[in-house]
């Protein structure tokens, strides 16, 4: 049974930092491309990061040079560091994993969702 679980949301005052995380299970996770997605108050889904199975690395110009996404293959987790943080980060982030890396980019749908973490920047 596939399981993503998303954690480390919360409050936190612009100019700080935050890292998620995502545990999975279920599937073999070194051959897997992983996104982090985010859907702010009343926006639509958008990609903020990506990483294929080979560790290449994709940023919305939203969040490039202030968040870095990581992945370790023994632990079979994900992270999405995110520092210097505004009030337009808020929304809730998703973790996701894909056989397909542009499945991520172009959030085509991906494979596997966690449930969300809720990510509030507010003073």
């Known amino acids: 049974q596939v399981q993503v679980v998303e954690s480390g949301g919360g409050l936190v005052q612009p100019g700080g930092s935050l890292r998620l995380s995502c545990t999975t299970s279920?599937?073999?996770?070194?051959?897997?491309?992983l996104g982090w997605f985010r859907q702010g108050p009343g926006q639509e889904r958008e990609t903020i990061a990506c990483m294929s199975s080979d560790s290449a690395s994709y940023y919305a110009d939203s969040v490039k040079g202030r968040f870095s996404i990581s992945r370790d293959n023994i632990k079979k987790t994900f992270y999405l560091q995110m520092d210097s943080l505004k009030p337009e980060d808020t929304g809730v982030y998703y973790c996701?994993?894909?056989?397909?890396?542009?499945?991520?980019?172009?959030?085509?749908?991906?494979?596997?969702w966690g449930e969300g973490t809720l990510v509030t920047v507010s003073s």
């Open positions: 996701a994993a894909d056989q397909h890396y542009n499945d991520c980019i172009y959030d085509y749908g991906m494979d596997y």
């Open positions: 279920g599937f073999t996770f070194r051959f897997y491309n």
